[in-house]
């Protein structure tokens, strides 16, 4: 058994001043069972906890560290920009920069707004949609999950569907109301939904990628027909590409599936692991934003030169050649992996895999939309994320949440963790 003896320590310090402990639902390990390990650190694909416990990482800052842990290059832009100080109230030209870098890469993105986190980022996508079309509702995904605004935070992925509660508390019933819920990869409610209301959509809003009911690939075509669809009945289509910006490949992955949005939402790896969001888009959109237009956005560390130094430096560290292709072979080489020691294991299941997005689905044969995700076995994932904890591997702590492969993962991480998977899933077919 690992020692947990400081990290006990910390959660009693912890459960004492912070709600549940923690600052974010998820790292409770409510899912799972059990008691949180606090990180005391992390260097490339590692992390080690307050007991000197090392892992390897796969939950990897739930997306932004692309690069691993404490990268060189990043701890140096940041240490540099640190040393000018770390936010003064007014524009830099890094940010200028940032903006740059990100309309170069996605060509609808002609310009950028920075906020501070992936939930400012749709908090501003739906209000702009909103103020350009007129109209009120939007649709979403159920198991989609666009951070935890009130507006979108119905029928949401990602810690709200591990904790199995359908919506929060706090959210007043007028402004759910207004948003609408579809089956991911499925149009006919959305269809449904637009033939209803035809006039009263702003937007839909999708993750292209499904990644927070556990990973889910859209269907062919799925995203080229939403697009289609919004656009035929004059709303506006919103990628979130949170997670999936600048992670499937340099730029959006929307464009990979044919998409055409009008917004798209970043946040994650553009801020090399600091905080970060933003969106970009069509310029008579973006240009409605405060205060060039009537539609009010502001933060005070939006655009932090710190956060900015780091996304930049993370970003010009992607562009190198053959990055996207090292971080594909090394994921296949993990799903592949997992897939067969499942299959070795005679356990039912599936592994869904795009590209450094990886979720196996314990008890369920195909998971294409959140049912099915729902019909996972939890408890037996429960069983496999502490058998691969004691093998010194570090899953996220629940079902629905994806692993991240990163860069820094070795050939030999991806090798032991397949190893420790197959001695876990044998241990747990025991019972
Ligand atoms: N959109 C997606 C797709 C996400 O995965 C997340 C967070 N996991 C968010 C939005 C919200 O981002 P943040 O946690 O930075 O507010």
């Given amino acids: 058994m690992i020692a947990r003896k400081n990290s006990a320590a910390l959660l009693a310090r912890a459960a004492a001043v912070i709600p549940g402990a923690v600052n974010s639902p998820v790292r409770a390990w409510k899912a799972v069972g059990g008691a949180t390990l606090f990180i005391a650190h992390g260097q490339g694909a590692t992390v080690i906890d307050a007991d000197g416990n090392r892992f390897i990482d796969y939950v990897g ?29 007014a524009p830099t030209e890094l940010e200028v920069a940032i903006a740059e870098r990100v309309a170069a890469a996605i060509p609808m993105a002609r310009k950028v707004r920075l906020v501070s986190s992936g939930t400012e980022a749709g908090m501003t996508a739906i209000r702009l949609a909103r103020a350009a079309t007129g109209r009120s509702r939007i649709i979403k995904f159920d198991g989609c999950y666009h951070g935890h605004s009130d507006a979108l935070l119905v029928r949401a992925g ?132 405060a205060p060039a237009g009537p539609v009010y956005q502001a933060g005070t560390l939006s655009g932090n030169p710190v956060a900015v130094r780091a996304g930049i430096e993370t970003l010009s560290i992607l562009a190198r050649p053959g990055t996207y292709e090292r971080l594909e072979a090394t994921s296949a080489r993990l799903g592949d ?83 420790a998977a197959r001695e876990s899933l044998a241990e747990i077919a025991k019972f």
Avoid: W
């Avoid at 560290?65 to 832009?77: K, N, Q």
């Avoid at 075509?221 to 656009?231: R, T």
């Fill in 158 to 289: 990602s810690g709200v569907m591990t904790l199995g509660v359908p919506d929060s508390a706090g959210v007043p019933e007028a402004l759910a109301a207004l948003t609408r819920v579809a089956q991911y990869n499925s149009l006919e409610a959305v269809e449904r939904y637009f033939l209803a209301e035809p006039r009263e959509i702003a937007a839909v809003i999708v993750e292209p990628v499904a990644a927070n009911m556990g990973v889910v690939p859209p269907a062919p075509g799925f995203l080229k027909d939403l697009s289609d669809l919004a656009h035929r009945y004059g709303a506006l289509l919103i990628c979130d590409e949170v997670i999936t910006g600048f992670r499937l490949r340099y730029g959006t992955a929307h464009e990979i599936f044919g998409a055409e949005p009008d917004l798209v939402m970043l946040g994650k790896v553009i801020g090399g692991g600091m905080p970060i969001g933003a969106v970009a888009g069509r310029a008579d959109l973006m240009d409605l934003l």
């Fill in 337 to 419: 992996g997992m897939a067969e020691a499942l299959r070795d294991a005679g356990l039912k299941g599936c592994v869904n895999r795009v590209g450094s997005l990886v979720t196996a689905f314990l008890g369920v044969e195909a998971v294409r939309e959140a049912e099915a995700a729902r019909r996972a076995d939890t408890a037996l994932f429960a069983r496999f994320f502490h058998a691969m904890l004691e093998r010194g591997i570090y899953l996220p702590p629940s079902q629905f949440e994806a692993m991240f492969v990163s860069l820094a993962h070795s050939e030999g991480d991806i090798d032991r963790t397949v190893a």
């Fill in 61 to 89: 800052s739930y997306g932004p560290a692309i690069l691993g842990h404490a990268h060189p290059e990043v701890v140096a832009a940041i240490a540099e920009q640190a040393a000018h100080g770390f936010g003064y109230g």
